[in-house]
């Protein structure tokens, strides 16, 4: 239960209808995305604009409580699970598209507009945004920004990072900052954006979003193609890349998660070890000589059957199939466990070829869907919470499986995001070297370590100082930086 | 009136946390504050409710609030007690993408968790696993318009419908509600399952609308000293019209292709009579001998979907009863939130022995009339009707059976006729059974929502299959001032089989 006086605080700011501070109704903010994690938060507040937000974050400043930033809470990583004893800010409630400037290309948005509203905004003028995470009917933009989302067509068009021109900035302390150019390809000064972007929330609270928008392509064409396992698929997938076409997405599923999907949204796909969804964009000339060409790939690949989108409801029933894939789940499984490794294209075969194994292992299913042009795989690992060790043996796996992609070069993460649930791993990808570097960032905009603690780094560090004796960092001791 | 009619917010009712909250509740059997009520909307004859029919009486006495000790040694009473509890098995088949948020009137509304499918299906498992059934949750519930749109947006498959309806059951035997809020939604489910008390009531209103007494009161003042509910109500009512009656038997015209039986529902037998009227022309001329029961009642759709479970109950087997020895091939029903209900029968009777098997094959019969005159392809000649419709999909229809297309090929079928689709189509327009009634303020907001969306399509009529659904968009359109004539999908193609000009359907309200 919320301290008397944080309750009547934030109901100075919000109002009553802007404070949920019930223990029943704060159970339903346990966790986001991922349910693994679960933890009450103190008071749950609901700003309805920037000045709000502001004035939340400086009485948390002054008072040394906890804060966290919460969109849709449809994050996979655990990213805005709340932090026992501190502020939940919720911004569901900001959801205004300030202005959409076309001549311009460009949407400015609160950070609760939800994804696809703002492809809805500039559909008539022939615009939309690239970013497209599968979770877009429902992820806000604050929530992307936060995780640096991708989505399917990232490997043409890049990651939100790519599509953000500039973001009105609530800091740790309350401070409210502009960065980025907005107008300017390239910001006079440091990348702040850049930092900012897929900080998981880390650095401060995104009031405000320019967006940039694109222009809808001349030609788009989509095929599906069935093989008979991820290592047939997987050479299609090289094969395609390798011949310098760029897909403007080329996505694949195996057997396990095609059942789940057409289950639940009978897409229609054919039975098969796995099927890859190609899709080509750009001018007329240029996709039709192109989507040639990958026809024959896949066919040269020993594609049992290839089947092509006659019209935009067929294009979009196929990705409804892909778009549906994690959710899907839930008719094969109660339980998943998500990962979102990144591997080199070329270690795919490899690499999926491990991941069975350890499923065999572990006797326990593990279904795949990934963005294969760029290697990042999100394997799902099935399970029931019900039966008891089996989400820790979920886990186990999952783990197992993350190292595998470590092994193999790989990243451990590609959109998802660190968050809670993979900061155990960080320390096997990165020095302490690597890990404190990132920490002086952090802390140049925390030095309180309020802001969404607990998250992306393993032990919860202050500023540089590390475990046992101090050794001064090498950016320190260049002189480059200080100890806060 | 109750204290949510007062509070500015509809959310912020009850008390705090009271942990006996969820305790067996003895249910008030007298009708206190019902005749008052009855009078305020134009019932004439308080002796037409009884008293002795409060259905939930019985369903208290099967309610055992088990008790457990928890660690700490306080007694904490289930959420849920054994019977029909929200079944655990759908509950976990939500894995908690959050894909339902955006389609949730609710959530659209408010923006927070708890107001959304995800984030109270997480309070229903909370129920079963830990938590106590209080004000704070039974809000939640409560304020779920029931309209279903998560369920076609659940790439999960989670069937909401079913857990919703579980926990209202529950909700309604183990929670007792203030004075004033059991005396409004007693006196609703006394009228409005009951097509002749419904009509006694009418017969006020009519002398009523017809001495324009509401522009009267209002230009008075008066009207803003009745509580918001019923100002709600009084808002909602449609001008009546001349009662229609159906025939028990209308013969098909030329070649018989199919007998079926026809429902004509409550509020559609006595509001929009004219409805059923044009369904069974419409019927008949496709070349089907209709079968009207005389002495049918209720479907019980309005109970079940307030939880009302004893009262639904009985219902249903009494309109399973009726259609028992008809020999007809379909049923046929033009409301869609009745439809739905209908179609559901053989789950929702499983328990019961005697009615089990007689509903399963009773809701395989079951057929809306678009989705029955698609199947059935159309003989009868169109006669062109040159308009610009704008087309409601009602969530009964659309959301809980899967019905879009099948209303809009009936239309399109007519030539001339323009169908036009109305932006955020999935969105509820807050009609949801006794919803605007209840809860006025949110569907207040989602009714001017809706209106907006349909004024900006242009069109010059709305068509749509609910009764629910042409009183709430009526009273929201005539809110903003403005008016658009209204028609059920059977009225336009009655017209148009008729050969009636496009002028004669627009006077159509």
Known sequence: ?484 | MDKDNSSLDPRQDGNPYDATDATERKVDSSSEGTEGMAGAIGAGSPDDIPTDTFASRSAVKQTVGIGRKTESGSVIFPAFDSHHPPEKDLIDDCVHCGFCLPTCPTYVLFGEEMDSPRGRIYLMNKGLEEEPLNDQMVRHFDLCLGCMACVTACPSGVQYDKLIEATRGQVERRYERSTQDKAFREMIFQLFPYPNRLRVAAAPLKLYQRFGVGDKLRKAGVMKMLPKRMLAMEALMPMLTKQQEIPEFTPAEGERRRTVGFIKGCVQRVFFSEVNAATVRVLAAEGCDVVTPKAQGCCGALSVHAGREEEFLGFARKLIDEFEDSGVDQIIINAAGCGSTLKEYGYLLRDDKAYAEKARNFSAKVRDVSEFLQELGPVAERQPLPVAAAYHDACHLAHSQGIRKQPRQTLKQIPGMEVREIKEAELCCGSAGIYNMVEPEPATELGDRKATNVLNTGARMVVTSNPGCMLQIQASLRRMGHSMPMAHPMEVLDASIRGKSVETLLLNR
């Not at chain 1, 990583?77 to 460009?106: C, F, H, T, W, Y």
């Not at chain 1, 760029?246 to 396990?256: G, K, R, S, W």
């Not at chain 1, 549906?324 to 339980?335: E, Q, W």
Request: aromatic share 6%; with cysteine; net charge negative.
């Open chain 1, 1 to 484: 239960m919320a301290s008397r006086q944080l309750i009547d605080r934030m109901t100075d700011i919000l109002g009553p209808e802007g404070v949920i501070s019930e223990r029943e109704q704060l159970r339903a903010y346990e966790c986001d995305g991922l349910m693994n994690y679960r933890v009450i938060p103190e008071i749950v507040v609901l700003p309805e604009s920037a000045e709000h937000v502001q004035q939340i974050v400086r009485y948390c400043y002054d008072e040394g409580i906890p804060f966290v930033a919460r969109g849709s809470g449809t994050g996979l990583s655990g990213g805005a699970l709340p932090v026992e004893s501190g502020v939940l800010i919720v911004l569901s409630r900001m959801r205004k598209i300030i202005e959409v400037d076309i001549p311009n290309q460009r949407v400015v948005v609160e950070p609760g507009v939800i994804n696809i509203w703002v492809s809805q905004a500039v559909a008539d003028d022939g615009y939309y945004y690239a970013p497209d995470p599968a979770s877009q009917i429902v992820s806000s933009i604050g929530g992307n920004l936060a995780e640096n989302s991708g989505g399917v067509h990232c490997l043409k068009y890049g990651f939100t990072t790519n599509h953000v021109m500039g973001a009105e900035i609530v800091l740790p302390d309350g401070t409210m900052v502009n960065v980025g150019g907005g107008m300017a390809p390239d910001a006079p000064g440091y990348e702040l954006l850049g930092a900012f972007v897929g900080s998981e929330g880390t650095l401060g609270i995104a009031t405000k979003i320019t967006l940039r928008i694109v222009r809808k392509p001349q030609a788009v064409k989509t095929l599906l193609a069935a093989f008979k396992d991820t290592e047939e698929a997987g050479d299609a997938v090289s094969g395609i890349i390798g011949s310098g076409i760029v897909p403007a997405a080329i996505e694949m599923m195996d057997a396990l998660c095609i059942e789940a999907v057409e289950t639940a949204v009978h897409p229609g796909f054919p039975q098969a070890g796995a099927v890859l969804i190609v899709e080509l964009d750009g001018p007329e000339a240029e996709v039709s000589s192109q989507f040639d060409q990958t026809i024959k790939i896949c066919e040269e690949a020993n594609a049992s059957e290839i089947r092509i989108a006659e019209d935009d409801e067929e294009r979009a029933l196929f990705w409804k199939g892909r778009k549906a894939a994690f959710a899907a789940m839930g008719r094969i499984a109660n339980d998943y466990y998500v990962q979102d490794a990144v591997v080199p294209r070329t270690e795919l075969g490899a690499v999926l070829k491990r991941i069975n194994q350890l499923g065999e292992e572990y006797e326990m299913r593990v279904a795949n869907v990934f963005h294969a042009g760029d290697g990042n795989l999100h394997p799902l690992v099935l399970y029931d919470n019900d039966n008891p060790g089996e989400a820790e043996k979920a886990e186990d796996l999952a783990g197992r499986i993350v190292m595998t992609c470590l092994e193999h070069g790989g990243s451990l993460t590609g959109e998802h995001g660190i968050g809670r649930d993979k900061m155990k791993y960080m320390p096997k990808m990165f020095t302490d070297e690597d890990m404190d570097t990132m920490q002086l960032l952090r802390c140049a905009f925390d030095p309180h370590h309020i802001c969404n603690p607990g998250k992306i780094f393993p032990t919860p560090r202050l500023c540089g100082e590390r475990p046992g004796p101090f050794h001064m960092h090498p950016v320190q001791k260049a002189g480059l930086a200080e100890n806060f």
